[in-house]
Nanobody
Framework: VQLVEFGGGLVQAGDSLRLSCAAS????????MGWFRQAPAKEREFVAT????????YYHDSVKGRFIISRDNTNNTVYLQMNNLKPEDTAVYFC???????????????WGQGTQVTVSS
């Protein structure tokens, strides 16, 4: 499965941004999808995940109530709607595919190259 992220950019605190991740080369609806992020000099951390059907979602506490993960299995795309962005959300955001709806990086087998999100104060 190949994954390509879109939608990163430079925004101000309080703004919204929507990331997209397009999948190809595999049965997209067979996979749970996740978003992770990595800030400079920090470990890559879990942000959100969604089950293959879209019925189950989980979020890191720091983004609950602000971010929404969704998917379109017809168009092989997963989204991350990010609202009320904060400077601490600044990071490279990665999408990932795995067989389980999980929060650990180890459970995801396929990764995109990432897209930069920068939030200015």
């Amino acid at each position: 499965v190949q994954l390509v992220e879109f939608g990163g950019g430079l925004v101000q605190a309080g703004d919204s941004l929507r990331l997209s991740c397009a999948a190809s080369g595999g049965a997209f609806s067979d996979y749970a999808m996740g978003w992770f992020r990595q800030a400079p000099a920090k470990e890559r951390e879990f942000v959100a995940t969604i089950s293959w059907s879209g019925d189950s979602t989980y979020y890191h506490d720091s983004v609950k109530g602000r971010f929404i993960i969704s998917r379109d299995n017809t168009n092989n795309t997963v989204y991350l709607q990010m609202n009320n962005l904060k400077p601490e959300d600044t990071a490279v955001y990665f999408c990932a595919a795995g067989l389980w709806t999980a929060t650990s990086r180890k459970e995801f087998d396929f990764w995109g190259q990432g897209t930069q999100v920068t939030v200015s104060s």
